[in-house]
C-alpha cells in the first residue's frame, strides 16, 4: 500500500507505538491492550436479528420508568446508539466507585432533546445494556455478547469492567490483541459474515453504518469517513475532550484523503480499527499517549 521508500521510511519512523494488519498481507502486530466498544453496536444488531428489538422502538417501551416523562419517553433506541438521546453524556459512569452503573444510567437528566445533538459518552450505551438485560428477562447481557459476536469471532477469555452488580461498561469494552481486533474488522469487511458464517443478515448490518442529522459521521457505535474529501478533517479525540456544547460534528471527516467508505472503531489514547471495504484493508493501531494524528497516519500509510 505504501508507494515510495521514503513514505515507507516515514511511516515505520512515525509507527513506534503502532500496530498495523493490512487484509489479505499482515505487516505486523504487536500483541497490546484494545479497546472494543464497537462490539456493542454488533450486539445490537444481533438483537434486532433475533426480534427482540428494532432500532426505532421507543426506549421507555422497555425502561418502564419513562414512560411518564414527556421527553425521554419520545427517545429510540437507534438514538441510544448513535449517541443524539440527549442523555447527559456522564462521563463519570467510568468510576470504579459506582456500585450499579446501569441504575445510574437511567436515571440521568436529558440535556437536550431527543435527535437534536450528538453527545458522546458512555452513558447511552449504559443505558442500551440495561435495555437488553430486560429484554433478555434478567439474563446477562455479557453472556449474549459472547454468545453471538464474540465466540463466533473465536475471541474468548475476554476481561470485562464490572460494577457491582456485574454490570459491563460497555463504553469501554475490553482488552484485545491487534489480531483479536482485527477479526471485527474482517466481520465488518464482510457485512456480517466471518469466515462463512453469517452472524448478522447483509441488509441488516449496513443499517449500522448509517449517521444521524445531528453527526453523519457516526453510526451504530461506528466512526465514518462518509463526508470526505470535502468535509472538515479533524481529530476526533480532541473534539471529544471538549464540553459536548461546544463541539461541533457537522460537515466533518476523519481524513480528506481516505476513502469515503472507510469505517472507524475509536478506542481512547488513539487505539484505532480502520476499516477500508474498497481496498479490502484492515489497519489496526495501538498505543498508549503517544503523539497520533489519523490525518497524517492515514496520508503515510495509503500514500496519499
Known amino acids: 500500500m505504501l508507494t515510495s521508500r521514503a513514505s515507507w521510511h516515514s511511516w515505520f519512523s512515525y509507527s513506534l507505538t503502532t500496530s498495523l494488519i493490512a487484509i489479505p498481507t499482515i505487516a ?31 426506549v421507555a417501551d422497555t425502561i418502564t420508568e419513562w414512560k411518564n416523562d414527556p421527553r425521554k419517553s419520545q427517545i429510540t433506541i437507534r438514538q441510544l446508539l448513535n449517541q443524539t438521546d440527549g442523555i447527559e453524556p456522564a462521563p463519570h459512569l467510568h468510576s470504579e466507585s459506582i456500585r450499579d452503573r446501569n441504575a445510574a444510567a437511567i436515571q440521568l437528566p436529558l440535556v437536550a432533546a431527543p435527535g437534536s445533538v450528538f453527545a458522546y459518552g458512555p452513558s447511552h450505551l449504559q ?7 430486560r429484554k433478555l428477562n434478567g439474563h446477562s447481557t455479557i453472556s449474549y455478547l459472547e454468545a453471538n459476536v464474540l465466540s463466533p469471532l473465536n475471541l474468548t477469555s475476554l476481561e470485562w469492567k464490572k460494577d457491582g452488580r456485574g454490570n459491563p461498561l460497555p463504553a469501554s469494552g475490553f482488552e484485545l ?14 457485512r456480517g459474515n466471518y469466515h462463512g458464517k453469517q452472524i448478522v443478515p447483509a441488509n441488516l448490518f449496513t443499517q449500522g453504518f448509517a449517521g444521524s442529522s445531528a453527526n453523519s459521521s ?11 474529501p470535502h468535509a472538515r478533517e479533524i ?18 471527516c476523519v481524513c480528506k484523503p481516505a476513502p469515503p467508505d472507510m469505517i472507524v472503531a475509536l478506542g481512547s ?11 479490502n484493508a484492515l489497519i489496526v493501531r495501538q498505543g498508549m499517549s503517544a503523539k497520533f494524528s489519523d490525518a497524517y497516519f492515514l496520508r503515510l500509510v495509503l500514500g496519499r
Request: include cysteine.
Open 269 to 279: 489514547n488513539y487505539q484505532r480499527l480502520f476499516i477500508i471495504p474498497s481496498l
Open 218 to 228: 457516526y453510526g451504530v457505535t461506528f466512526w465514518l469517513n462518509r463526508n470526505a
Open 177 to 190: 490483541s491487534a489480531r483479536e481486533w482485527a477479526r471485527l474488522g474482517e466481520l465488518v469487511l464482510g
Open 235 to 252: 481529530d476526533i479525540e480532541k473534539e471529544l475532550d471538549l464540553k459536548w456544547q461546544r463541539a461541533r460534528w457537522i460537515d466533518i
Open 127 to 133: 443505558i442500551f445494556a440495561e435495555l437488553l438485560r
Open 28 to 58: 505486523f502486530a504487536e500483541i497490546q491492550p484494545g479497546n472494543c466498544a464497537s462490539a456493542g453496536g454488533i450486539a445490537a444488531l444481533c438483537a434486532v436479528r433475533d426480534g427482540l428489538i428494532s432500532l426505532d422502538d421507543r
